[in-house]
Each structure stands twice: as structure tokens, then as C-alpha cells.
């Protein structure tokens, strides 16, 4: 059995908020989520981030509740929570996407569960997401 496990969620980035507080997130979760050996994407379309993460299980949902807690965004929903047999962000600690037209991610929002996963991942090939 696996100990990996993955979370996708969406949120609205909070009013007030600078852009360049996004750049900033980028920064620090990828050192962050490195030394936590979590892997992932996040996409933001200048309203709403959506962000697919994958690590062991515990990381994953400590990371999942400071998401909760962070100010800089609100209206979190998880779309999908469970275990995972393999990576498939490994080279990222975290990919970034911004710029996305908004209807893609509310194509995902309104999803739950393998959907929402498979129609995220379906868009990935579309962004350039950095490393």
C-alpha cells in the first residue's frame, strides 16, 4: 500500500490582494513544498486559484488546513481527497500556471472527484508551467 496521497481544490484569491502576493506564494511554497517532498500545480486565473497536490498523506492534509487558514485567498473547496499509487507532478515541487482563461477552471470547480482530477490534468499540456 501506498502511502501517497493527493488533494485538488479551488478558491477565490481575496479581495485586496496584490498579484504580486502570488508570485510570492510561488516562491516560498516551492522551497517549502520541496523540504515537505509534496509535488504539484497550481493554477490561478487572476480570481481563483486551483491547485492539485500529491505527497504522503500527512503532509498533504497539514499542507490542506494551512491552505485553509491563509488569507490570502477564501471559498476553498475540495474537490477530490484520496490515496495515490504513484506521482504525476514529480519534477515539480510546484508547477504555476497563471493567465488561464477562467472558464477552465470553472469547468473544474463545478466537478468532483476522478473528474475534476482528470479534467485538470487534461489541461496541463496547455500551460507552461514552469519548474
Sequence with gaps: ???????LYCSTFADGQSAAVVSRIVSVSRVRNA???ITGV???????????????RPMVLALMETLHR???HHSII???QEPLERRRH?????????????????????????AAVARFLALLP???LGT
Excluded at 500500500?1 to 488533494?7: A, K, N, V, Y
Excluded at 497550481?42 to 504522503?56: K, N, Y
Excluded at 515541487?93 to 476522478?114: K, T, Y
Aim: aromatic share 10%.
Design 1 to 7: 500500500m501506498t502511502d501517497l496521497f493527493e488533494s
Design 126 to 128: 496547455h500551460f507552461d
Design 90 to 114: 514529480e519534477k515539480f515541487s510546484l508547477g504555476f500556471a497563471a493567465d488561464v482563461e477562467s472558464e477552465e477552471l470553472a469547468s473544474i470547480d463545478a466537478l468532483r472527484g476522478e
Design 35 to 37: 523540504e515537505r517532498n
Design 42 to 56: 497550481l493554477v490561478f486565473d487572476g480570481a481563483r486559484f486551483c491547485q492539485h497536490l500529491e505527497g504522503s
Design 70 to 72: 491563509d488569507s490570502r
Design 78 to 80: 475540495t474537490l477530490h
